[in-house]
């Protein structure tokens, strides 16, 4: 399986995968150059749902581009919202509750499960393992229902806004989210039991797709992927923002650098997440989840902002260069799955192409948030 | 403190000239504020600012002339930095683009650094970085899509998230679609 593999480049031929393929999970395309059953080169094709979100910003308000953070990266659009909220507010100096804040991690968690759940359902269904994706889409719907219910809507949220949240949780999202814990807690055993602990799946994924440290810098790979390969960085405690320096959380790492690794660092990170949700709950401070004094128009100070959070694939972060109008002279949005396909060329060379498709899985693509 | 170090082989690229000397090490929160009120962030000189992270979110804000920008990415990559993105802004009022790198780093030393280079809006041209950190390769196609500065050397500068016949860069400021 792992012995070294002499290529033949000039017995080559042209394999397209995409833009329509169930393994890509979106408009990818990876024109791969094969010899037999091997890559020799691969060059990704991105850009078939490019939106230019970023000349949207331009065009429109600070608060008029709130709806349009939760479609990048749809799976957790939660990260993505409190991104440009935290963005915002540091560089207008906008004080926000500490409640607001402890709801915001709590739903920023919750979806961070709910983007895992899907991954790996998707991710084992790549494999060939149809029937985990239905528990895991079972144990998700759990989660809609809860942040429906407070945000009104299931994917695409827009539930922070400047300064606070749209309105404050209820008893409800309380006990359903403590029940939910406890499902949880049990449903990561089972998935530890029936997956992860399956010699199979072991078999798919250990030794494959190995990402090394010096591969992660020199492309910029952060989250599951940088800490599947031994990486200790996780935004939320690097760079301490909102109310994470509260919680106790561990940052799983896996120095492996195989899919297996990647595989492993999203499972525990779903065990954290509860984690932090959980203390969140027992900490919930009452008071307003809004300022005092209502916050009409935002206009930053003329300057150039950069903000960082831990999204559900790995760093994301917002450049604002404000020239002091109500709308953004510049806006940029670092998507961490751009820079986590993008090591896949290098590193998917001499890989067989079935290998190849389960290390695109464990890199956990959202292609909307790559193409923006 | 890795901000003491790279500043301090940062501060190698910028030889100290009579006129160049109050840009250089900058001094930091003052520059910061001084922006601030007076409203006007560019054009400025050459130069390291320190900056407050905590307003600004880096810490080093390094602004440098292109044939500079090897030297400096190098020094990054051999401190142990990692690439977090590449963008550019169109400053049409001084007829410039100006590219912005960002840097960051995988330990727990927090340190982001920020380098920007300007070049003329009528041809924009810069040297690729991708020999240095591979991973710029699509950072440099997408700034190439959006703004049209030609990244020399750059191995393969086609377009990414425009169409393949795009010849237009929407995020100037001049764009009208």
């Given at each position: ?8 480049p ?62 990048l ?18 560089a ?33 269904m ?21 942040l ?59 030794e ?81 989840v ?31 260069v ?18 986590n ?32 | ?16 000239s ?5 840009a ?50 190098g ?103």
């Amino acid at each position: 399986m792992n012995e070294p593999v002499v290529l033949q480049p000039d017995e080559t031929f042209v394999l397209n995968v995409g833009p329509q393929h169930p393994a890509t999970h979106g408009v990818l395309r990876v024109k791969m150059t094969m010899d037999g059953e091997y890559i020799y080169d691969a060059e990704t094709v991105i850009g078939y749902i490019h939106r230019m979100h970023e000349k949207m910003a331009e065009n429109r308000t600070y608060t008029q581009y709130l709806p349009n953070l939760s479609r990048l990266d749809y799976l957790s659009a939660m990260a993505y919202c409190h991104g440009y909220v935290l963005a915002v507010e540091k560089a207008a100096a906008i004080e926000v509750p500490e409640r607001a804040e402890y709801i915001r991690a709590i739903t920023v968690e919750m979806n961070r499960i709910s983007s895992h759940l899907v991954w790996f359902g998707a991710f084992v269904m790549d494999l060939g393992g149809f029937s985990p994706l239905m528990y895991a889409f079972d144990d998700r719907e759990q989660i809609l229902d809860l942040l429906e219910g407070v945000t009104g809507s299931r994917l695409t949220y827009c539930y922070f806004r400047f300064g606070g949240l749209y309105n404050d949780i209820d008893d409800d999202f309380i006990t359903g989210t403590r029940q939910f814990i406890k499902r949880m807690r049990k449903a990561l055993k089972m998935y530890r039991n029936l997956v992860t602990n399956n010699i199979i799946l072991m078999t798919r994924l250990k030794e494959i797709g190995p990402i090394s440290v010096d591969l992660c810098q020199r492309y910029g790979a952060t989250g599951p992927v940088a800490r599947g390969s031994g990486i200790n960085y996780d935004v939320r405690r690097n760079e301490a923002y909102s109310v994470y320096p509260e919680f106790d959380f561990d940052v799983p790492v896996f120095t492996e650098g195989d899919s297996y690794a990647r595989y492993n660092v999203r499972m525990e990170e779903m065990e954290q997440s509860l984690r932090i949700i959980e203390q969140g709950l027992d900490k919930l401070p009452d008071g307003p989840v809004n300022p005092e004094k209502k916050i009409k128009t935002v206009k930053l100070p003329p300057g150039d902002y950069y903000t960082a959070v831990e999204a559900g694939r790995g760093s994301f972060g917002i450049r604002i260069v404000s020239d002091g109008d109500k709308s953004p002279y510049r806006l940029k949005l670092r998507s961490p799955t751009y820079s986590n396909m993008h090591l896949f060329d290098e590193a998917c060379r001499g890989m067989l192409i079935a290998d190849a498709l389960a290390f695109m899985g464990s890199l956990d693509l959202v292609i909307p948030e790559m193409d923006r | 403190m890795i901000i003491e170090t790279v500043k301090q082989q940062l501060q190698g690229l910028f030889p100290a000239s009579p006129e160049a000397a109050p840009a250089v090490g900058g001094v930091d929160t003052q520059e910061g504020q001084k922006v601030e009120k007076g409203g006007k962030e560019t054009p400025r000189v050459d130069g390291i600012i320190e900056r407050n992270y905590a307003e600004r979110g880096y810490h080093l804000d390094i602004q440098l002339a292109p044939d500079q920008l090897l030297a400096a990415v190098g020094i990054l990559f051999d401190c142990g930095f990692f690439i977090e993105t590449i963008t550019g802004v169109d400053w049409i009022k001084d007829q410039q683009i100006e590219a912005v790198y960002d840097f960051s780093r995988y330990d727990f030393d927090l340190c982001r650094v920020v380098i920007r280079t300007r070049t003329p809006r009528s041809q924009p041209v810069l040297p690729t970085i991708t020999g240095t950190y591979t991973g710029a390769n699509w950072h440099e196609r997408e700034t190439h899509d959006f703004f049209g500065i030609v990244f020399q050397g750059h191995p393969h500068l086609i377009p990414l998230l425009l169409p393949e016949d795009a010849d237009f860069h929407p995020l100037l400021k001049d764009f009208k679609a």
